[in-house]
């Protein structure tokens, strides 16, 4: 291996230990800062998800209040939920766990949370902003990988960087960051012919697919940053992410790990966004 390591959960300490100090000043103010998680059905990955949010806000001073609701939970009814969050000056951020149960219509639900409670940084209003540079949430996990090239001192700029993946969530996201960091952006996806071919350009590859060894070391200039978002399972049944870490570890300068790499950082930038949320309304 020759690739240094990008060490999520080192990253994170450090930036949740900030997240706390900033925590104890807003609540020395009066305003301690609140997220609300509403957890719809009994998905078993959301549970674990939510129940680590939950436990990151009690760890680093932030209030957190758990909405668990049945899968037969109408559209309208979390509607109004999410209604009174928007109305609740107790709460800063407001979280609806995705997946939802397929006869609520996500878009809609994410939709009526306020921009100003929209800690996952998902709502059309956040995503434009994002696109046209104005003040507003940034997804977590690509914003967690923004400061993962930050803490390594890899400056974007005049940068070459190719995304795989095109999700609303991470790729599209991911994109913008980087672009709006001066980095020439190729974005690539399941319809791209020859995924090698721009991905031997890059100095920095975000892989994004959730899929097992989309990128392999022949697919890897030397030297690269390879940020890997994939959350998988191998076939004896470890997390593992979208890169061949043993391949590209021996090719890459830098390269995150699966696990203790972006998915430790995804839950950082949620506290470090609801900071963010309270501070805002605290001015
Ligand atoms: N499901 C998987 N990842 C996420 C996330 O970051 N936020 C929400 N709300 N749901 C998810």
Known sequence: MTAQLIDGNALSRQLRGEVAQRAAALTARGVTPGLAVVLVGDNQASAVYVRNKVKACADNGLHSVLEKYDASMTEAELLARVEALNEDPSIHGILV??????????????????????????????????????????????YGCMKMLESIGVNPRGKHAVVIGRSNIVGKPMAMLLLAANATVTVCHSATPDLAHHTRQADIVVAAVGKRNVLTADMVKPGAVVIDVGMNRNDEGKLCGDVDFAGVSDVAGWITPVPGGVGPMTITMLLVNTIEAAERRAG
Do not use: N, R, Y
Request: hydrophobic share 40%.
């Open 97 to 142: 766990q995705l997946p939802l149960p397929a006869h609520i219509d996500a878009h809609k639900v994410i939709e009526t949370i306020s921009p100003e409670k929209d800690v996952d940084g998902f709502h059309v209003a956040s995503a434009g902003a994002l696109m046209v540079g104005q003040p507003g949430f940034k997804p977590c996990t690509p």
